[in-house]
């Protein structure tokens, strides 16, 4: 059976993002929560998720001895299916911008920074159901096309320096990236795990996608 590793480096959201994995795999995939390099470096995909700030995240990914190493082997390296969750997403980037300038892992050019909502009425954090607007047909998104729900909880996002690496939008005063992809990794801003049936549906085509 194949593994999807669930990377445990003390983010928030990491029981509920594990139980909505096992949900989506319906045993066909053994889901492994780990901060261990070996199995990480073995798994078939992985999953980084992620919540609170950029900084703060990228120092407790990077205090655990030779993983950001074998998430790097295993996924630029042997092309494992990545998928980037909230903060785990922002991770992706060439580096955030919340308090200060923080490198990030420079998997997909571009920077997190501040959303900006031009209608004073959005709030920030940018909080509850959204939907998805301006999908483009990757295959993780397979059914959420047409304004699908989903739920955010965020005051920053990550823009990519190439729109082209945008695979969907959302609009909160303002349009910003929701999900991104290039090549076998992908991230969304939004919680799959908070995000019911539509949530559920994206980490099951996560799971079954072949890049």
Same mark, same amino acid.
């Given at each position: 059976?194949?593994? $999807?590793?669930?990377?445990?480096?003390?983010?928030?959201? /990491?029981?509920?993002?594990?139980?909505?994995? $096992?949900?989506?795999?319906?045993?066909?995939?053994?889901?492994? +929560?780990?901060?261990?390099?070996?199995?990480?470096?073995?798994?078939?995909?992985? +999953?980084?998720?992620?919540?609170?700030?950029?900084?703060?995240?990228?120092?407790?990914?990077?205090?655990?001895? *030779?993983?950001?190493?074998?998430?790097? %082997?295993?996924?630029?390296?042997?092309? $494992?299916?990545?998928? *980037?969750?909230?903060?785990?997403?922002?991770?992706?980037?060439?580096?955030? =911008?919340?308090?200060?300038?923080?490198?990030?892992?420079?998997? /997909? %050019? *571009? %920077?997190?920074?501040? /959303?900006?909502?031009?209608?004073?009425?959005?709030?920030?954090?940018?909080?509850? !159901?959204?939907? =998805?607007? *301006?999908?483009?047909?990757?295959?993780?998104?397979?059914?959420?096309?047409?304004?699908?729900? +989903?739920?955010?909880?965020?005051? &920053?996002?990550?823009?990519?320096?190439?729109?082209?690496?945008? /695979?969907? !939008? $959302?609009?909160?005063?303002?349009?910003?990236?929701?999900?991104?992809?290039?090549?076998?990794?992908?991230?969304?801003?939004?919680?799959?795990?908070?995000?019911?049936?539509?949530?559920?549906?994206?980490?099951?085509? &996560?799971?079954? !996608?072949?890049?």
């Amino acid at each position: 059976m194949q593994s $999807v590793a669930l990377i445990d480096y003390g983010s928030g959201n /990491i029981h509920s993002a594990g139980k909505a994995l $096992v949900k989506a795999a319906a045993d066909r995939m053994r889901v492994i +929560v780990t901060s261990d390099p070996e199995a990480v470096a073995k798994a078939d995909r992985i +999953v980084l998720p992620g919540v609170g700030a950029f900084a703060a995240c990228r120092e407790a990914l990077h205090a655990r001895p *030779g993983l950001v190493e074998a998430m790097t %082997e295993a996924v630029r390296g042997r092309g $494992v299916p990545f998928l *980037g969750i909230c903060v785990g997403m922002q991770l992706m980037a060439t580096r955030g =911008l919340e308090h200060g300038a923080t490198p990030g892992l420079d998997w /997909i %050019e *571009g %920077e997190v920074r501040l /959303i900006t909502p031009s209608d004073p009425a959005c709030k920030v954090p940018h909080m509850g !159901w959204n939907a =998805l607007v *301006g999908t483009s047909g990757h295959p993780i998104l397979a059914g959420l096309e047409g304004g699908a729900p +989903v739920y955010f909880t965020h005051s &920053f996002a990550f823009f990519p320096k190439d729109d082209a690496d945008v /695979i969907a !939008w $959302v609009d909160h005063g303002g349009r910003f990236p929701a999900a991104v992809a290039r090549g076998n990794m992908a991230g969304v801003q939004f919680h799959p795990e908070k995000s019911q049936t539509a949530g559920l549906s994206l980490l099951a085509r &996560f799971l079954e !996608w072949r890049p």
